[in-house]
């Protein structure tokens, strides 16, 4: 009860052998609270030697409660109770009563239910109950079992509330009847005073999680190395070129036969063999002829797409003759000749021009969606085709036919080099690619407005219905939807609600007789979505919506005009509909692939076309993460959904007034590709992330409000997906303290970074009685990023200031812990820093208010600091015994280990001022798999400045310290890496709870590399006896040896 009252839980979520500290969030000083009033309510003193670690858990707080009360009724019976000890009244005797009170207390200390307050349950790691409410939880707890905090009390083994219970009952003893009555009351008013009751804060969370594995990602444009003109050349190679008529072709030729190739032109009456690309069937027969004729080819280069690009006025930019040219003829030629063409060093690639780099620019040219989509055509041959050299090369110029001869030598030289990336762009003498990085929504512009009427292509069933029905539920938008399924012709018979699938089943064997069983599944099946629909379409209108459904095939124009014509108001339209047959290219029948094509491509068409001289406000589509990467066996899905993204951001260009959003998503959890167990397995097996469908939703929901982006896409950071490398290399991130966004002010940003030992190995090397521990200088490395991330053209870090730990960062129970770190723009060049976390408990709620664990101000400017040098100190002699490392790195002194083993020499000590040699010369994994990552503010050598504070109080005081506060932190140069550092640290002042320090890194010579002005670090306990190392070490002061002695 004590622990409920205190903490805000209720007593039934308080289980016996839950963790006082990992559990429930209790963390050392709310124990000593709760552990006091226990102590008083049973009537026993808090002895001296309390170790409240033992007592971590209920169960134990109260067993240590009835041992305690036990011991005191006897003392009562000799007549020697202590008059000074807190009297208990009519103590309860059943064991089970310490624990009931230890609950009763945390759950008012902390808004939990008692049945969540499982005993073991961690109070910190579990619970969030940090170490000041522990304290809290433990003085309440003793008070009312009536015996007083001991001095020493160590509440870290006091962890759990069985521990917690077991420790109280040891102390205050319970009798058998009654409730504990505390005679030492604590004042209402002083109690309700120190408790912070911790609330769920979730509640519906309509926005996603930024901890979830799925990110939000924005494509970006991003300058990379121009190849060295390659000395291969095309000797014995036989290259296939499809003709344009806009001189391409003719210096392509003269180039290759330059390069000892030999070309073989496809298309019209000059070609070497004639086809008519737009005609598909027919290409489909003739590339079997030309199989005959020239058996064996190393190469296709398919320029025939730029005559639709050329002649776009000519209103052939849409038209199938160019869909058929660009996409359709060029998948059954590739198709064809997979085998021949699947091959090491032969060459299939295309040029295009500002349709598939530089739409993610804002001064790109008129974009050509249908190169995008053979981009993403070509991006699948890429993956399914290893050997094979694929290429899409994307150019920029204002008058592209006057540079003919650049362009073409460019292009080629693309194709014989050996960089890999199948995506290239070029414009202005540079090279480009594309990048992603995670990113947020802006969440301040909304896009919808109440009562909108959204026109929706396939939204009665699966994903886009789940998103309409949050669309509704929010905006009350009124909806017209258009899906090729005619749901009202269905005969009443097979619509009672009351029917089940066997009985379904019955009566369309009783229609279809003679019908082989699979169709009469199929049949079902198609009846039982046409039922859901009608379910969908029910619910949509019991939400208040008006919801028109038409029957309507989108690639039909005529059908999707009479459609769109029969509303005289349509505010936007959301084109979801389309369709996945998943199918290697050599397999992949031609009716598959246009089918896929199609319901994306041409229904976009058919739509802009519908809408073209009407007024609407926004348009979305749904497009796929294979647009970006490619993937094995979805050429036509991920040629269609490249498509439909370039459309938009054409659209865009031709109605910037209008806002146009292109949702790529991952493979979505339950629905689409993850309903079939083999495809789900295959893809879990290479590592996909699912998307959770109520994820999904939410991350739909918060672009929303977002205009600022008009391509999304939604996916684990799958490395091994992304052959360009878009993703970045992980071992070379620019912040590899930050990871998610997750909000962005007009003065800042804050970002998420998940703490877990597997990716995080360097919390191996710095822990506390195996808690892994986040080090102090990683905590200013943090900051610097997340302040570096907002400097601009400022990129030099030159000063922190103001910096201080209130509350440190431990991973209990080696659990992950997430980190909010944000910065905010002060000044010119200066940014305030904060790092703070929000405990949720083991079922995810997240309780209680934020913390606040390092804060700091950061200063970037454009030049480092002006040099600064020094006369190095006279070194006076100083020695010790045994070896260096086992005298300094011992877990009960400086517990840093592996990475963290950087003093390599102690030069002088003169009880005031220690002078060491430190070197980060470790060749151990800073994260997984990332030995030398980039950082802003050298942790490692900062981290070893900071242990000689620690060192020199172990040669003097024999007291453990920990960092605690900097009034200046300034960087003169940059450090490295295996290379020696003096680290003069001078001890200033001693206070009652910190020590006070001044430390430079310097080099030999005295030039300054890194200045520390007035270090606090904050004192913990003596070491033991058998843990301390004064008598270890000699050193000369005053011209004298003496031994160190404790000041």
């Not at 097979?494 to 089943?505: C, F, G, H, P, V």
């Not at 806002?659 to 079939?676: D, P």
């Not at 040669?955 to 680290?983: A, G, H, M, Q, W």
Request: some cysteine.
């Amino acid at each position: 009860s004590i622990i409920a009252e205190q903490t805000g839980y209720t007593a039934d979520m308080l289980e016996d052998d839950l963790d006082l500290e990992a559990d429930l969030g209790i963390d050392t000083v709310k124990q000593v609270e709760i552990f006091a009033k226990v102590s008083a309510r049973f009537g026993f003193k808090v002895p001296d030697d309390l170790k409240l670690r033992d007592l971590n858990t209920i169960a134990k707080l109260s067993d240590y409660v009835q041992s305690k009360t036990d011991g005191l009724v006897e003392n009562d019976k000799q007549g020697n109770r202590s008059e000074s000890a807190p009297v208990a009244e009519d103590l309860p005797t059943q064991g089970e009563d310490a624990k009931v009170t230890v609950k009763e207390v945390i759950a008012e200390q902390t808004g939990y239910t008692a049945d969540m307050l499982e005993d073991d349950l961690d109070l910190e790691a579990d619970l969030g109950i940090d170490t000041v409410k522990q304290v809290e939880i433990f003085a309440k707890v003793s008070s009312r079992f009536g015996f007083s905090v001991p001095d020493d009390l160590k509440l870290r083994d006091l962890n759990t509330i069985a521990k917690l219970s077991d420790y109280v009952q040891s102390r205050a003893g319970v009798s058998s009847t009654s409730q504990t009555k505390e005679a030492t009351s604590v004042e209402a008013d002083e109690v309700s005073g120190r408790i912070d009751i911790i609330d769920p804060l979730n509640g519906d969370d309509e926005f996603p999680d930024p901890v979830s594995p799925i990110k939000r990602l924005v494509v970006r444009l991003k300058e990379s190395d121009i190849p060295e003109l390659s000395k291969k050349d095309f000797k014995g190679k036989k290259i296939i070129v499809s003709l344009d008529s806009h001189g391409f072709v003719e210096k392509i030729i003269e180039k290759i036969k330059m390069k000892k190739g030999e070309v073989i032109t496809i298309g019209g009456k000059d070609a070497d063999f004639k086809f008519d690309l737009t005609d598909v069937a027919a290409t489909e027969k003739r590339v079997e002829e030309f199989k005959e004729t020239y058996p064996q080819v190393n190469g296709f280069i398919h320029l025939a797409p730029l005559d639709f690009y050329f002649d776009r006025k000519d209103s052939k930019e849409d038209s199938d003759e160019s869909l058929n040219t660009t996409i359709k003829s060029f998948f059954v030629m590739i198709k064809s000749l997979f085998e021949t063409l699947d091959k090491k060093e032969n060459i299939i690639g295309t040029i295009t021009f500002d349709s598939v780099v530089f739409p993610y620019q804002e001064d790109c040219g008129d974009i050509h969606p249908l190169f995008a989509g053979l981009a993403g055509l070509l991006k699948t041959v890429n993956k399914e085709m290893p050997d094979t050299r694929v290429k899409v090369v994307d150019f920029s110029y204002k008058q592209p036919k006057k540079s003919i001869e650049r362009i073409t030598e460019l292009f080629l030289n693309e194709l014989l080099c050996d960089n890999t990336r199948c995506e290239v762009g070029y414009k202005n003498k540079k090279r480009y690619g594309l990048s992603m990085k995670t990113s947020i929504a802006d969440r301040t512009q909304q896009i919808i407005s109440p009562k909108d009427t959204l026109l929706v292509t396939g939204g009665a069933g699966g994903i886009t219905y789940e998103i309409i029905k949050k669309m509704v539920e929010k905006y009350k938008v009124n909806l017209i939807i258009l899906d090729i399924n005619d749901i009202y012709s269905t005969d009443q018979k097979y619509l009672d609600k009351t029917s089940t699938q066997a009985e379904l089943m019955g009566l369309l064997k009783e229609d279809m007789p003679g019908v082989k069983p699979i169709e009469i599944k199929r049949a079902l099946d198609r009846l039982m979505r046409v039922r859901l629909s009608l379910e969908n379409i029910e619910y949509l209108e019991s939400l208040g919506a008006s919801v028109e459904y038409n029957c309507v095939d989108v690639t039909d124009f005529k059908a999707v005009r009479k459609a769109v014509d029969k509303y005289d108001k349509i505010d936007g339209v959301f084109h979801a509909a389309g369709m996945e047959m998943s199918q290697f290219i050599p397999k992949k029948e031609l009716w598959s692939f246009e089918l896929v094509v199609d319901v994306k491509v041409k229904g976009m068409q058919n739509l802009l076309a519908a809408f073209k001289d009407r007024k609407y406000k926004y348009f979305f589509t749904f497009s796929s993460v294979t647009a970006r990467f490619g993937n094995e066996g979805q050429v036509d899905y991920t040629s269609a959904n490249d498509f439909l993204g370039k459309t938009l951001f054409r659209q865009k260009q031709l109605h910037p007034e209008r806002t146009y959003k292109v949702y790529a998503w991952t493979a979505w959890g339950g629905v689409g590709m993850a309903t079939n167990p083999t495809v789900k397995k295959v893809l879990e097996e290479r590592g996909i992330q699912f998307l959770p469908m109520e994820q999904g939703v939410k991350f739909f929901m918060a672009d929303l409000l977002d205009k600022t982006e008009s391509e999304m896409v939604f996916s684990g950071l799958d490395y091994s997906f992304d052959k360009d490398g878009l993703l970045g290399d992980p071992g070379d991130m620019a912040f590899p303290f930050l990871d998610t966004p997750i909000e962005k002010t007009p003065a800042g940003m804050t970002y998420s970074r998940v703490l877990d030992v597997e990716r995080d190995v360097f919390l191996h090397d710095h822990t506390m009685e195996d808690v892994p521990l986040f080090l102090g200088a990683t905590g200013i490395e943090t900051m610097a990023e997340v302040a570096r991330s907002l400097s601009e053209d400022k990129a030099h870090f030159v000063e922190l200031t103001h910096f201080q730990i209130p509350y440190g960062i431990k991973l209990l129970k080696g659990r992950p812990k997430e980190l909010l770190i944000s910065g905010d723009h002060e000044e010119d060049g200066v940014f305030k820093c904060r790092i703070t976390s929000q405990f949720k408990n083991p079922k995810g709620l997240v309780m209680g208010e934020p913390k606040l664990h390092y804060e700091g101000q950061y200063r970037f400017a454009q030049k480092p600091l002006k040099p600064k040098k020094i006369k190095l100190p006279q070194f006076n002699r100083v020695s010790f015994e045994g070896d260096l490392e086992t005298l300094v790195y011992n877990p009960k002194r400086l517990f840093m280990f592996g990475l963290f083993n950087t003093i390599t020499d102690i030069n002088s000590f003169d009880g005031k001022t220690l002078i060491t040699t430190i070197e980060d010369k470790s060749k151990k994994e800073f994260f997984k798999g990332v030995k030398e990552p980039r950082f802003v503010a050298a942790p490692i050598l900062v981290d070893a400045m900071f242990q000689t504070g620690g060192l020199l109080e172990f040669f003097t005081t024999s007291r453990t310290v920990l960092p605690f506060k900097i009034k200046s932190l300034k960087f003169y140069k940059d450090v490295e890496r295996n290379r020696e550092y003096f680290c003069i640290t001078k001890k200033i002042t001693s206070g009652i709870e910190t020590n006070t320090y001044d430390l430079k890194l310097t080099d030999k010579k005295g030039n300054v590399f890194i200045e520390v002005s007035r270090f606090e670090m904050v004192k913990l306990n003596q070491l033991d006896p058998e843990d301390r190392i004064v008598d270890r070490v000699d050193f000369t002061f005053s011209n004298k040896k003496q031994g160190a002695k404790v000041k």
